[in-house]
């Protein structure tokens, strides 16, 4: 990051004219000094006070702080039993359930990385990314399953108690995620590789705008700093929250803000396997949910039935909307407000690329600026470029986004 301190930047913009620079105009804030360590550790030096973290929304199951941790150790210990290190890459391929966080910060924990996929893909497409990500070993569901048949890599199941004959046919199944979590205090892990901020802690698929997806490969560090971001988002005015994750915890999206992001807000999360209206509503007035995020096409649905849903449904807990993944009108975002005007609209801009970092909206002033995704967020850079020429463009020329800080990736994965 450069130091600003010497340049003329205007308030109302962040606009530095003589390196046609962006700053964030939010606070910074520092990022952990100590080289070795690892998001996981980092994420559960949080104070937590032993409250919820999830909710299976389905099953009503719910995973305290201090449960999530013992798992976390359990499932760590089980797969450094299983041969995983540093630097291995670990596939989970499932809809959201509320084993993927374990799952994701187990891998991390000992240096490896985790990569997702969706599990709707083809048997194809996960063969092409099993390919390019060379992963050691697979987390999956018995309906997947058979997507792997021929595969020789290890499979762990995710949804059963036991190895059935039949699913040990088609894969190399060789535990579940419950036996997993069984390990006791005495099998935890002796010692394992040092990890650093800057080594490869996640490996997640962009959705290739620009062909096919491409790896995106993301540091410890990376994501330490969207950790930190994220209790900068909740505010004592508003209460203690709670989220309900509607969008795929495969997803940057969801990884990041869901998975593991709200942890150390000491948030509760609310998982939903997938999508589903009424699903989603019911949990809604259950769990007295506060916060949803979702992506255009869903808050059009909310504004078209918004008479019959308010009449079967009780949504008085919601205080928000986060919108992303695509640009809101003026027309419905005050077609909403009218059918639900206690509720703000706040969006947001991110990238697999920026691991979920970008520009968001924090107060309502802010929310209030339509057709704006919020202000750049904190400690990064940007510029507008003209993807022509390559010159820095000034205030209100079009061009191409660039970003730079401590949550850009480190690379991208070559295709084999």
Not at 141 to 168: I, Y
Not at 341 to 370: D, N, W
């Amino acid at each position: 990051m450069a130091e600003t301190s010497s340049l003329t930047i205007d308030p109302r913009s962040g606009f530095c004219s003589s390196n046609s620079t962006f700053y964030s105009k939010r606070i910074p804030f520092p990022l952990p000094s100590n080289h070795s360590l690892d998001i996981t550790t980092f994420i559960s030096s949080y104070p937590h006070h032993g409250k919820t973290a999830f909710i299976d929304a389905a099953t009503g199951r719910q995973l305290s702080f201090p449960e999530l941790w013992r798992a976390v150790d359990s499932v760590s210990a089980a797969l450094s039993e299983l041969g995983i290190r540093k630097g291995n890459v670990v596939l989970i391929i499932s809809p959201n359930s509320i084993f993927f966080p374990i799952v994701c910060l187990s891998v991390m924990h000992l240096g490896a990385i985790i990569t997702t996929s969706n599990p709707i893909n083809t048997s194809r497409e996960i063969a092409f990314q099993m390919a390019d990500s060379k992963p050691v070993l697979v987390f999956t569901t018995s309906q997947v399953v058979p997507k792997l048949a021929g595969s020789s890599l290890p499979v762990v199941l995710l949804d059963d108690d036991r190895v059935t004959t039949e699913a040990n046919s088609q894969v190399k199944l060789v535990t579940t995620i419950n036996e997993m979590m069984k390990k006791g205090i005495t099998d935890r892990i002796r010692a394992r590789d040092r990890v650093y901020q800057d080594d490869a802690a996640s490996l997640l698929y962009s959705s290739g705008t620009t062909g096919v997806s491409k790896g995106v490969v993301s540091s410890h560090r990376n994501l330490m700093t969207l950790m930190q971001f994220f209790p900068h988002l909740t505010f004592p005015e508003e209460g203690e929250q709670t989220y309900i994750c509607t969008v795929p915890m495969f997803h940057i999206y969801g990884f990041g803000a869901f998975a593991i992001g709200k942890l150390t807000a000491g948030s509760k999360v609310v998982i939903l396997s997938k999508f589903d209206m009424h699903e989603m509503l019911s949990a809604i007035e259950k769990y007295r949910v506060t916060c949803l995020p979702l992506v255009p096409p869903i808050l059009l649905k909310l504004v078209k039935d918004a008479d019959m849903i308010r009449k079967k449904y009780d949504l008085s807990s919601l205080q928000s909307i986060v919108c992303g993944g695509a640009p809101l009108s003026k027309d419905l975002i005050n077609r909403f407000l009218e059918k639900f005007p206690t509720v703000e609209i706040r969006q947001g801009y991110a990238l697999t690329e920026s691991t979920g970092f970008g520009a968001s909206m924090h107060r309502a002033e802010e929310c209030r600026k339509y057709g704006s995704v919020g202000l750049l967020s904190p400690n990064l850079e940007a510029k507008i470029i003209d993807p022509g020429t390559g010159t820095a463009l000034h205030v209100n020329q079009r061009g191409e986004l660039w970003v730079r800080g401590p949550s850009v990736m480190k690379g991208t994965l070559i295709y084999n």
